[in-house]
C-alpha cells in the first residue's frame, strides 16, 4: 500500500491563526505554495469550494501551470453546475494541467446554498442528487454515444461528450461525510472516501461502516483518506507550546468568535462527531487534540496530531494500521509548515510503510 499525502493551497497565505478570511488574490504566493509542496514530496493539494470563493478549477490550471508533477484534488459541488458541463471543464483540465494531474472531490454541503441557487433544504435529498449527478458525470466521460438519463434531480437527452478525461477509464472522484447515505452514494463513485481526524476509534468505526456498503453493493471499497492537521516541535514540551499558542490565536480571531455567523452555522454528522469527541476529552490516543476544532466549530479538518515529529509520524501510522492510505494535512503556518511536513514526516512515514511492507513481502 503506497500513502499519499495531500496539502492545501488558497488565493492567498491565510489560517484559522491570520484573522477573517479574505477574497483578494495573491498570485506569487499561490506559486509559491504549489512549487512547496511540490519540492516537499506531497502528492496533490486539495483546492476548496464554497459560496462567494474562487474558481476551484481556475485555481487549480493556474498552480498546474507553476508545477510539473503536483496532483490537485478539486473540490466540486454537485448541482450548482449541470452534469454535462462540469464533466467536459474536468475532462479538458486533465488535459490542460498535463499528464492527468487531477481529482475531483465532491462535496455535498451541509445546508442548501440560496445564494448559489441550490434551495434543496433535506440532506438526504441532495445525497440523492450527488448520486444522479456523479452518475451523469461518470457516463459523460465514459460514453462512446450520446445517453439519455431520466431520473428524479437530472432529466438529459442525448448527452454526449467528444472530449474525455486523459486519465482512464476516468477522472478519479473523492467522496466524504459522515451520514449513512454517504457510504452508499461514495462505493458506487469514488475510489477515495475522505474522513476526518477522529479517534481511533472513531475512524475505525467508520471504516467498518464504509465497507459494509461496498459489501452489501458487491464492489471494492474506496480507499480511505484522512485530513487532520499537524502541529510539530523539536521537543514534545516545545510542540505543546505551540499548540497552545496557535489556540489562543484562533479564539483573538474575530471570525471565530461566539456570536458569530461561523459559530451559529449548522452542524453536519462529521462536526458533531468531532465535538462530541473532544467534549469527552482534550487529547485522545497518542497525540489528537480536540480543542482547535472547538474553537472553530469543527467546520471541517479542524483536529491536529501534536508532537515531535517522531510522535506525529507515529500517530499517523496508527491511522495506517486501520487502513487510512491518504493524508490530508495542512498546518497553521501554511508555507513553513509545508516545508517541515515534507522535511520531517512525510518521509518518515513513507520510509516506515516501505520498511513493513518488506518484512511482510520477506
Do not use: C
Request: zero cysteines; charged letters at 20%.
Amino acid at each position: 500500500m503506497s500513502i499519499e499525502f495531500v496539502g492545501m493551497i488558497f488565493p492567498r497565505q491565510w489560517s484559522e491563526t491570520r484573522g477573517v478570511r479574505s477574497p483578494d488574490f495573491d498570485l506569487p504566493f499561490i506559486r509559491h505554495h504549489a512549487r512547496t509542496h511540490e519540492q516537499a514530496g506531497f502528492d496533490r493539494v486539495l483546492i476548496a469550494s464554497g459560496p462567494g470563493s474562487a474558481d476551484s478549477l481556475q485555481i487549480a490550471a493556474y498552480a498546474a501551470a507553476h508545477t510539473e508533477r503536483l496532483g490537485f484534488m478539486i473540490a466540486h459541488r454537485p448541482a450548482l453546475t449541470a452534469p454535462t458541463v462540469a464533466a467536459r471543464a474536468f475532462a479538458t483540465l486533465d488535459h490542460t494541467t498535463g499528464g492527468g494531474r487531477i481529482r475531483l472531490h465532491a462535496i455535498t454541503g451541509i445546508t442548501a446554498e440560496p445564494q448559489e441557487g441550490d434551495t434543496l433544504l433535506d440532506k438526504t435529498e441532495r445525497y440523492r442528487r450527488a448520486d444522479e449527478y456523479l452518475e451523469i458525470v461518470r457516463r459523460t466521460w465514459t460514453a462512446e454515444e450520446p445517453f439519455d438519463f431520466e431520473g428524479r434531480f437530472f432529466n438529459i437527452q442525448g448527452a454526449f461528450s467528444p472530449v474525455k478525461p486523459l486519465q482512464q477509464p476516468h477522472i478519479p472522484i473523492s467522496f466524504g461525510g459522515s451520514s449513512d447515505i454517504a457510504y452508499q452514494i461514495a462505493v458506487k463513485h469514488a475510489d477515495l472516501y475522505a474522513l476526518w481526524g477522529e479517534p481511533l476509534a472513531g475512524v475505525a468505526e467508520q471504516i467498518a461502516k464504509l465497507k459494509a456498503a461496498a459489501s452489501a453493493a458487491g464492489v471494492a471499497a474506496p480507499r480511505v483518506s484522512l485530513s487532520v492537521r499537524l502541529i510539530l516541535g523539536a521537543t514534545e514540551e516545545l510542540a505543546w507550546q505551540r499548540a497552545e499558542q496557535i489556540l489562543a490565536q484562533i479564539k483573538a480571531n474575530p471570525q471565530f468568535a461566539a456570536d458569530s455567523p461561523w459559530q451559529k452555522r449548522i452542524k453536519g454528522t462529521g462536526s458533531e462527531r468531532l465535538l462530541a469527541a473532544a467534549a469527552r476529552a482534550d487529547r485522545h490516543d497518542r497525540a489528537l487534540w480536540m480543542p482547535t476544532a472547538t474553537a472553530v466549530g469543527a467546520y471541517g479538518d479542524t483536529t491536529a496530531l501534536v508532537g515531535t515529529p517522531e510522535t506525529v509520524a507515529q500517530a499517523l501510522l496508527d491511522y495506517v494500521d486501520l487502513g487510512v492510505s491518504t493524508f490530508l494535512n495542512r498546518g497553521y503556518d501554511p508555507l513553513y509548515d509545508t516545508v517541515d511536513y515534507g522535511r520531517w514526516v512525510i518521509p518518515a512515514v513513507r520510509e516506515e510503510v516501505r520498511r513493513r511492507q518488506a518484512r511482510f513481502a520477506g
